[in-house]
């Protein structure tokens, strides 16, 4: 056979070999050497291809200038990272590499993630921050203002921390008469937010709680975390009872304080602004009583001195002026009525006086007296002014001035 | 006593003081928003005198349902007001 040359060889290959691994094998070998090779290391490295199936798990790419490298990160350890990651983003990742048998590839699973130059729950901090900004739920004009005088104050926190002390410290000093439901929460920790959100939920099916108070003591920004959960961050915006928020010192602050309705910069500042001052709301109220009996007084005064004026006037003071002025009038007006009446008799009187001497220079009478006389017939008692119609014997009438006598004609001359 | 908020009434009170003020109300309307205001004063020393306090912690029983217990804690040294 040709091949008789060839196959010792082969043959002989395959003998000094200790053993021919199947791909399973060799896989697995692989797997062991990376991943005993690999194992808990830190990685720098840029992120892309992010894909966040709904499984939960995490896939990525982290890639440099050269290389990149799948990543992998399982749904319990996704869960747990607080920033949200993004393509472009610089971390720091710890984990192992892996092999995934079934494709031959290798991959790194992860167990931790941060980014580059910033601390992970900072930048979480800024990134949810920025969000909630966007969506409106920092905005000035949805905050409600605190009640003045509350009587029913509800605080969420700790039973145990500091905050709980210093708000009740502050409500004694000031013998304040509210009442004080406080709802005990764990404020660090796993399922902190969650138990601060519910608690912040069930408070707002408690009838007649005027304000609330949600906050902690100080701590590092890991303790302070829930306060940062978007959970919480929704349950204060969500909230019908105004919510001051109190957590840690001056120098925290937390999204929990940018959503709420007042932020305190510690608890005990956040019993100062709950909690009324008796005294200063008696003082005020006080004053305004004071303005209230002051202007009614006022007024009084004012309408007194109107009625003094209107009391002083000259009308007032001598209210018969006028009738007296028209009674004056009314005299001066009668006075000319009767004056000129007068004057209009006299004018007729004289008229009439004419008259008579004019009647008594045209009287018969007067003619008579100056020596005339008038003859009348005796029967029709019409004067005669002519002979005619008269015969001798006529019996005539004649008139003097003084008497009259009858006579008859004796004769008649022409 | 009708429920109204503290801050409803002080203010309720301040706007008759300010009416009040300018003057030019009638006698009439004058001693009636008076009378409103000394109401509503009562009003706001009796909501700031009747209080009573009292402190409850809030507990979740195992269906879930809230309960208030009273409750006390201390406070360093500081007396209880009452």
Redesign the interface.
């Known amino acids: 056979m040709n091949f008789s040359n060839t196959l010792p060889l082969l043959f002989d290959t395959v003998k000094n070999r200790p053993k021919i691994l199947t791909i399973s094998e060799l896989t697995r070998r692989i797997r062991n050497s990376l991943e005993n090779e690999f194992f808990n290391i830190w990685v720098v490295g840029e992120i892309s291809n992010l894909k966040k199936p709904t499984s939960g798990h995490v896939y990525l790419t982290l890639k440099d200038a050269d290389s990149q490298i799948q990543v992998v990160m399982f749904k319990s350890v996704a869960n747990g990272v607080k920033f949200e990651l993004r393509d472009g983003m610089e971390v720091l990742a710890f984990g192992s590499v892996t092999v995934y048998e079934l494709r031959g590839q290798y991959q790194l699973v992860i167990e931790n993630i941060e980014p580059k130059g910033i601390g992970a729950l900072q930048l979480a901090f800024l990134q949810l921050k920025e969000r909630l900004e966007k969506e409106g739920l920092f905005d000035p004009a949805r905050k409600k203002?605190l009640?003045?005088?509350p009587?029913k104050i509800a605080i969420v926190t700790s039973?145990t921390g500091a905050a709980?002390?210093d708000i009740?410290?502050v409500i004694?000093?000031r013998?304040?008469?509210?009442?004080?439901?406080?709802?005990?929460v764990k404020v660090q920790g796993e399922g902190a937010a969650l138990e601060i959100a519910q608690a912040i939920n069930?408070?707002n099916?408690?009838p007649d709680i005027d304000v609330m108070i949600v906050g902690r003591g100080g701590g590092s920004l890991e303790d302070l975390w829930a306060f940062n959960e978007e959970v919480v961050a929704r349950s204060i915006y969500a909230s019908k009872i105004p919510v001051i928020s109190a957590v840690g010192h001056e120098i925290d602050v937390t999204i929990s304080d940018l959503v709420a309705d007042k932020r305190a910069l510690t608890p005990t500042e956040a019993g100062e602004l709950v909690v009324p001052r008796?005294d200063q709301?008696?003082d005020?109220?006080e004053k305004?009583?004071a303005?209230?009996v002051q202007?009614?007084y006022?007024?009084i005064l004012?309408?007194r001195s109107h009625l003094l004026r209107i009391k002083n006037s000259y009308s007032f003071k001598r209210p018969f002026d006028r009738i007296l002025r028209l009674q004056q009038g009314l005299d001066e007006i009668t006075q000319t009525l009767v004056s000129v009446s007068k004057h209009t008799l006299e004018l007729e009187r004289e008229r009439l006086i004419g008259l008579v001497n004019r009647l008594d220079s045209v009287s018969p009478l007067k003619v008579l007296s100056r020596g005339y006389s008038i003859t009348t017939s005796l029967e029709s008692n019409k004067p005669i002014k002519s002979i005619e119609g008269l015969t001798v014997g006529k019996k005539l009438k004649i008139r003097f001035f003084k008497g009259s006598v009858i006579s008859s004609v004796v004769e008649l001359l022409e | 006593m009708a429920k109204i908020k503290f801050e409803v009434a002080i203010k309720g009170l301040e706007d008759i003081v300010d009416r009040l003020e300018k003057g030019d109300l009638s006698l009439d309307e004058t001693l009636s928003e008076y009378e409103n205001g000394i109401k509503l004063y009562k009003q706001c020393v009796a909501m700031l005198e009747n209080a009573e306090k009292k402190m409850q912690v809030l507990v979740k029983d195992e269906n879930g349902v809230l309960r208030t217990k009273d409750f006390e804690i201390k406070t360093t040294q500081s007396n209880d007001s009452n």
């Open positions: 203002p009640p003045l005088l009587k039973l709980i002390r009740l410290k004694n000093k013998f304040a008469k509210v009442e004080i439901i406080i709802y005990p069930d408070l099916t408690i008796y709301l008696k005020s109220l305004i009583k303005r209230l202007s009614l006022n007024k004012v309408i």
